[in-house]
């Protein structure tokens, strides 16, 4: 997906009846994503680049999607990964951050990546609660793979933990695999996700 002219989605309802779809969680695709009914009054979200004006509704983001996890992390685990002002602002300097909003303009998901070489990375997939299973997840991991490709990256990674199987089973379903490295995440053990792309 290149650029951030707005891409506009509407709701499935019938995915929004399993909110076990998406984690607690797009650059524009090639060809245009189809429209979905709404059982929400036709509501519609749109993915495009974050900018530095969208810091505290990320923020907001991020906290409503994980504020369930909050006492299955480490302290310094569930800071790191709903981040403060200062560190989303250092991965917007770093990553390039992809934004969903809905038709009132407010940030119901976010998923960040940048790339070493030929390997990719994602970090920080976010979906708003009462948004999980409306397909916005499915969407900004279209938006990152379509930015990693035209990095010509061959690999993407990520990480997620023990807590977030429901993250786990929602990346599977689109292709990653365990690496089978597991690291330290402010002590909590990280596992590893992998999975190979064309660029």
Same mark, same amino acid.
């Given at each position: @997906?290149?650029?951030?002219?707005?891409?506009?989605?509407? @709701?499935?309802?019938?995915?929004?009846?399993?909110?076990?779809?998406?984690?607690?969680?797009?650059?524009?695709?090639?060809?245009?994503?189809?429209?979905?009914?709404?059982?929400?009054?036709?509501?519609?979200?749109?993915?495009?680049?974050?900018?530095? *004006?969208?810091?505290?509704?990320?923020?907001?983001?991020?906290?409503?999607? &994980?504020?369930?996890?909050?006492?299955?992390?480490?302290?310094?685990?569930?800071?790191?990964?709903?981040?403060?002002?200062?560190?989303?602002?250092?991965?917007?300097?770093? @990553?390039?951050?992809?934004?969903?909003?809905?038709?009132?303009?407010?940030?119901?998901?976010?998923?960040?990546?940048?790339?070493?070489?030929?390997?990719?990375?994602?970090? *920080?997939?976010?979906?708003?609660?009462?948004?999980?299973?409306?397909?916005?997840?499915?969407?900004?991991?279209?938006?990152?793979?379509?930015?990693?490709?035209?990095?010509?990256?061959?690999?993407? =990674?990520?990480?997620?933990?023990?807590?977030?199987?429901?993250? @786990?089973?929602?990346?599977?379903?689109?292709?990653?695999?365990?690496? *089978?490295?597991? =690291?330290?995440? &402010?002590?909590?053990?990280?596992?590893?996700?992998?999975?190979?792309?064309?660029?």
């Amino acid at each position: @997906m290149k650029g951030d002219s707005g891409l506009k989605l509407r @709701m499935d309802p019938e995915a929004n009846r399993d909110r076990h779809s998406d984690p607690p969680m797009a650059q524009e695709p090639s060809t245009p994503i189809p429209l979905f009914a709404s059982s929400f009054g036709e509501a519609i979200f749109s993915i495009r680049k974050a900018t530095s *004006g969208d810091v505290d509704r990320i923020l907001d983001c991020l906290r409503d999607a &994980f504020s369930e996890f909050d006492e299955s992390y480490t302290p310094a685990a569930f800071l790191d990964t709903v981040l403060t002002p200062s560190s989303l602002q250092d991965r917007l300097q770093n @990553m390039v951050v992809f934004v969903a909003t809905n038709n009132a303009g407010e940030i119901v998901g976010s998923v960040a990546c940048n790339n070493s070489a030929l390997v990719g990375h994602i970090r *920080g997939m976010s979906v708003r609660s009462e948004w999980q299973g409306a397909g916005v997840a499915a969407h900004l991991l279209a938006s990152v793979e379509s930015e990693l490709r035209d990095r010509n990256c061959s690999l993407i =990674s990520l990480g997620t933990t023990l807590p977030l199987r429901r993250a @786990m089973r929602f990346y599977e379903r689109h292709g990653f695999t365990q690496s *089978g490295v597991v =690291s330290d995440f &402010f002590g909590m053990p990280l596992y590893e996700y992998v999975k190979a792309i064309r660029p």
